[in-house]
């Protein structure tokens, strides 16, 4: 593909990614609107109100605020819940279906949002799930266009991902129209015109089947991601990283000739763990915001709207933060010596021991804080935020293609994210157990979800060692046999 039709078709995927495909996260800020906008407020007519000439979005209701929150739990449900059986639909029928599909159910989406009303709420239900599905498609939809950059392939892949982190914002443009006098039904129509522009792109430049990872230049040809100083060199260590690549992709190939062999190996049912458990801690934070910020400001209307309006700017950060997550797994690819042009078939697989380690020291870390209930200590826990949830679906993303064979990639993807979305549901039943049992205290449940974020280190742990282990066979077997690395017999290595 020609370098600028690559470039465009990455800004484009990286835009779309923004304004669509986690919108819903954005709960926040538009929760805070529909409070005010009196969606459901019939729920607390048995409740004593605050006087008519004041907000409402801080009076705190029991009722409204659990409605609320299965409106969110539900949607967040339905995006990670349909991600398998979209990315079998993505992997089988190709991304022009797919594409066409999404925006069938964003338009929708946004239309049953824009219907909605303080006289029929009901339709939220309906109009979050819609976005909610249209959005996650874009997940195995555009991921793949990282396969156009090869050195650059985890890095990309995690700018797409931190643009789906950040798209978390586009509700706080939502909330901030809002302030300035612009109603939701209007914001939403101008979101139904964003989807038709970027329909566009369907046709102009995505391919009608997939972006595989080796549908690349032959080697020494086409245009390449680096500028080379010494071209024999460079050459040689592009030519022994390709070599490596496809002899990896080959080998993986030939050990998980399966989706099943995939789905049942240790290394996937612990990668389910690990991201079943921290998402569930980052999306009860989210969902339990707005009322823990009522509780903790004593219902200060001006405090709650600052608090969540900083909140939700700071989900923009993901895109700035998602590219060093990529850094960090591609780390040693652009080292000098040995290690740049050999790479075993485990090195990028153990590279990733690092990125799993500091994301879940940061989650044990950003729930550490969340336990000291002082309203300033929220603008750390926001950063923290930000930073963990944008290295969680970014290492999720990345890690695939690195584990398994790539043309699983969509399949895998979609149960990793249904199997999580099933661990998501115990997020209603927390608020419900904050809200009657703890008083609206989230202090009991947070040490909970403290101490399940440290059972997550069993991923990292599993890696290094059996990295390790394979390693040393490999050594052992070089030594044995007295062959290179080009002459080790590499039959079932990921086993």
């Known amino acids: ?102 925006h069938i159910l964003l338009v929708a989406g946004f239309l ?77 129509a101008i979101m139904i015109g964003i989807t038709a522009l970027f329909f566009i792109n369907t046709f102009l430049l995505m391919p009608v089947d997939h972006i595989r990872l080796y549908d690349l230049p032959i080697k020494g040809h086409g245009n390449q991601d680096d500028e080379i100083n010494n071209p024999n060199d460079e050459t040689i260590i592009r030519d022994n990283q390709e070599d490596s690549r496809r002899e990896a992709e080959t080998l993986k190939n030939e050990t998980f000739p399966t989706l099943k062999s995939c789905v049942t190996s240790p290394s996937f049912l612990l990668l389910i763990l690990w991201y079943s458990i921290l998402q569930l801690r980052t999306v009860y934070y989210v969902g339990t915001l707005n009322s823990y910020l009522i509780r903790v400001t004593n219902e200060d209307d001006k405090q709650v709207s600052h608090y969540t309006e900083v909140f939700s700017y700071l989900q923009l950060g993901s895109v700035f933060v998602a590219p060093f997550c990529g850094l960090l797994l591609d780390r040693n690819k652009f080292r000098k010596g040995v290690s740049r042009i050999v790479r075993g078939p485990y090195a990028d697989l153990q590279d990733s021991v690092t990125g799993f380690v500091g994301t879940t020291t940061l989650f044990v870390l950003f729930s550490l804080i969340n336990l000291i209930p002082i309203l300033e200590m929220q603008y750390l826990t926001f950063v923290l935020q930000v930073i963990t949830r944008t290295y969680l679906y970014a290492l999720a993303m990345a890690i695939l293609p690195i584990m398994f064979p790539s043309r699983y990639f969509g399949s895998l993807y979609g149960l990793l994210s249904t199997t999580g979305s099933v661990v998501l549901l115990l997020q209603f039943p927390l608020f419900l157990l904050t809200q009657h049992v703890f008083d609206d205290d989230p202090l009991v449940i947070n040490a909970i979800l403290l101490f399940a974020c440290l059972l997550t280190l069993t991923l990292p742990i599993y890696l290094f060692v059996w990295t390790k282990r394979k390693n040393n066979e490999i050594a052992s077997r070089k030594e044995k046999i007295g062959l290179d690395n080009e002459g080790i017999d590499l039959s079932e290595p990921w086993k």
């Open 1 to 102: 593909m020609e370098t600028a039709k690559k470039y465009v078709l990455t800004g484009l995927g990286f835009c779309e990614m923004l304004f669509f495909s986690g919108i819903i996260y954005g709960w926040a800020a538009l929760v805070y609107v529909l409070k005010e906008e009196g969606f459901y407020s019939h729920l607390c007519q048995n409740q004593t109100m605050q006087p008519a000439d004041e907000d409402i979005a801080t009076v705190s209701c029991v009722k409204q605020d659990a409605i609320l929150n299965l409106i969110f739990t539900i949607s967040s449900f339905a995006l990670q819940g349909s991600l398998f059986l979209f990315g079998v639909l993505f992997d089988n029928l190709g991304t022009r279906f797919t594409r066409l599909l999404l």
């Open 112 to 188: 049953t949002m824009l219907l909605s009303s303080p006289s029929l709420p009901q339709l939220l239900f309906p109009g979050m799930i819609l976005l909610a599905l249209g959005g996650g498609q874009f997940i195995p939809a555009n991921i793949q266009i990282g396969n156009l950059f090869k050195n650059h392939h985890t890095t990309v892949i995690s700018i797409l991902s931190g643009a789906f982190d950040s798209s978390a914002a586009v509700f706080v443009f939502v909330k901030l129209g809002y302030d300035g006098g612009i109603s939701l039904q209007t914001s939403f």
